[in-house]
């Protein structure tokens, strides 16, 4: 590595709860177990490329506000690995395990698809030979397939067939490159997969033409040799109207009815989450019911607005609960959490974004341990498993075995007369999270 871009920072450590040092780890101990795991483990943490070394702050009302010196050359293949060396810094200083990029964060796309490809095997090979001494690795890959103009009516689900099959090439080079660097997994956002009227709209051949796209770039990675999971990133809108990938429900609906659901399973970000109005945990569990929590993107939104403001995650009661669904399932599939967040527009020194990611990771270890803590020592599980008791034994398990008709919940209502109320204990429930944090 030739240059530091952060050399006021060294190496981000546990340093425990009580330390006064801004720039250390509290909660996030790599190496301690919990629920027969490391942490490391638990959540595979990635720096997202677009967000942390390539986003400067624009927005629509005014230009970037980061000056990030790893952007100044002029020859946009010196940029790319000065942009890279940055991010390795970032990454191994934060002593996080992965990151994630689209094709075109990891260098500028050029005029023709030719030499688009030639810059991001030109990257990819200085990527890699870093990645062998470093350690660090892809999470996942992904392209992007809606930023250009060229994608403004769609990329797979484009009415016009020479959009489509620009997009495919695009999805062949970014699984190469993934391959390549040992990608664990391979994600779609739909960003202009969906439409803004149904007027110019066929909506069912657009969505049959999105399941072709996605069988056709699943059938040349397992050709190529990928043993990854494909994820598919639901987001209800912005910047379509309507997403066709609108949540995590109408995502397993959308695979299971085109037979995609062995090798897709679903990244789940919380602020997409929120946007479809439902909640973080929601969205993890509907994944988790189809067997398709695969992975997360992390950040939050704001209460007071309706957009994808992509902060940090820091909400210790949302993530608590979002643990809580985590280990009830298993985990997560193949996949990680990926700080997909940007550091506000007014942060603009390059130490924010190690607060930016310590405040992430710091935030997810200790709704673990919450989590954990509730799940081991108090009686959440037993009250949840008592709240359906009555289907355990006697009628209650015979319906759930499909033993009983209609006519017998007939009888049996008959027989019983006005069921006794129960509550449902809502506050109760959630006192264990503040009593356990
Ligand atoms: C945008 C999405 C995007 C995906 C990757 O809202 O979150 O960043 O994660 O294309
Ligand atoms: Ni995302
Ligand atoms: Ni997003």
Request: include cysteine; charge should be negative; glycine fraction near 8%.
């Amino acid at each position: 590595m030739s240059t530091s871009y952060f050399q006021s920072i060294g190496r981000i450590r546990f340093e425990g709860p009580e330390t006064d040092n801004p720039l250390a780890y509290r909660f996030y101990d790599e190496n301690r177990l919990v629920a027969g795991k490391t942490m490391r483990e638990h959540f595979k943490f990635a720096v997202a490329y677009w967000h942390s070394l390539c986003n400067t702050g624009g927005d629509p009302f005014g230009p970037g506000t980061k000056a990030f010196p790893w952007l100044s050359a002029s020859d946009p293949i010196q940029r790319a690995k000065d942009k890279m060396d940055a991010a390795f810094e970032l990454i191994t200083k934060l002593g996080l395990p992965y990151f994630c990029f689209h094709d075109f964060d990891l260098v500028e796309e050029a005029e023709s698809l030719a030499e688009s490809e030639r810059r991001l095997h030109a990257i990819a090979d200085y990527a890699k030979a870093q990645m062998a001494s470093n350690g660090v690795k892809v999470l996942w890959g992904t392209a992007n397939l809606f930023g250009h103009p060229r994608y403004m009516n769609g990329a797979a689900t484009n009415p016009d067939f020479a959009v489509v099959a620009h997009a495919g090439a695009q999805v062949k080079i970014a699984l190469d490159i993934t391959m390549e660097l040992g990608g664990e997994n391979y994600v779609f956002w739909g960003g202009r997969e969906g439409y803004q009227t149904l007027l110019n709209t066929q909506m069912k051949r657009e969505l049959d033409h999105l399941a072709r796209f996605l069988g056709m770039a699943k059938d040349y990675a397992r050709q190529n040799g990928f043993k990854g999971h494909f994820f598919i990133e639901p987001k209800p809108m912005e910047p379509s109207k309507h997403q066709y990938d609108f949540d995590a429900s109408t995502v397993v609906g959308f695979l299971q009815s085109y037979g995609l659901d062995q090798d897709f399973k679903i990244n789940i970000e919380v602020n997409h989450a929120t946007l479809a109005l439902h909640t973080f945990q929601h969205e993890l569990q509907v994944a988790a019911n189809a067997q398709m929590l695969g992975s997360i993107d992390a950040n939050r939104g704001d209460y007071q607005n309706g957009w994808d403001t992509d902060q940090f995650p820091n909400n210790l009661l949302e993530l608590t609960e979002a643990m809580l669904v985590i280990l009830e399932s298993g985990g997560l599939q193949g996949g990680g959490v990926n700080f997909d967040a940007k550091t506000r527009r007014n942060s603009t020194d390059l130490e924010d974004l190690f607060h930016a990611h310590i405040g992430g990771v710091d935030a997810f270890a200790r709704a673990l341990l919450t989590a954990d803590a509730i799940l081991t020592k108090s009686s959440y599980s037993t009250w949840k498993q008592e709240r359906y008791a009555s289907f355990n034994e006697g009628e209650g398990l015979l319906f759930e075995q499909g033993a009983l008709q209609l006519g017998d919940l007939f009888n049996i209502a008959k027989r019983n007369g006005e069921p006794e109320q129960r509550s449902g204990r809502q506050e109760m429930y959630e006192n264990l999270l503040n009593r356990f944090l």
